[in-house]
């Protein structure tokens, strides 16, 4: 009986470092991380079709000739710590996010190198038919939004197509703190006369190879932040 004793207690052992390992976040759960501070995570930069810009003074004035309050031209830092919003690892795969509003549950999972926090709660899209501007703004980004189960609609109907989604944020882990990732984004298509603006800002990263979306017409901002949590 003692031998039996011992052995299962070795088994116990084995299952747990196992458990240990599979686990590469490899946090103390729970882990509550308390967001304190927004702050920007690259400079401002411009894009054509014929590739980068890197004449400062030009990103300078075109960022101010659109006046968006999505971009900053300097290094700034600020305190969010009155948001009171929360990111809590429960596991190696599951996480909440609470803001002053309401709690989400997200899964977590592990994809180039990020951390890939995704809702638990679907939601339906109505989507108009895919212009050039949200190609563009989907090709940008590191980790392509979730959509499943799409259906076209009938004409008439007001959108072109319903599908579902989750919502997404990418994160990284770094010493005791959690970063959550923001791409800011501005696409000016046309002439000097006749022009679209469209702007988004994000949860997610900048993926360069979409700029090869970018037309004759385009130019195109983008800037990385991140939101800083620390752990409580």
Sequence with gaps: MKNLYLLLLFLASLTACGDKEDDAI??????????????????????????????QAVIRSFTQRINMDYFSLENTVLDISSWSEQV????????????????????????????????????????????????VATGILK????????VVL????????????????VASLKD??????????????????SYSINASKVLNKFDVSGVALLQATDTLLVQEFVMVGEKK
């Design 26 to 55: 490899g946090l103390d759960y729970p882990a509550t991380f308390t967001l304190t501070k927004h702050s920007t995570a690259s400079p401002v930069r411009m894009f054509t079709a014929n590739g980068e810009v890197k004449d």
């Design 88 to 135: 809590t690892f429960l596991n190696g795969t599951e996480a909440e996010v609470k803001t002053s509003s309401r709690s989400e549950g997200y899964e977590v999972s592990q994809k180039d190198g990020d951390l890939l926090l995704t809702a638990k709660k679907e939601s339906t899209i109505l989507s108009p038919s895919q212009t050039h501007s949200s190609k």
């Design 143 to 150: 980790h392509k939004p979730l959509k499943y189960n799409e």
């Design 154 to 169: 009938p004409p008439g109907s007001g959108a072109s197509s319903s599908y579902t989604t989750r919502a997404q944020m």
């Design 176 to 193: 005791a703190e959690v970063h959550l990732h923001q791409l800011a984004h501005a696409l000016k298509s046309g002439t000097q006369t």
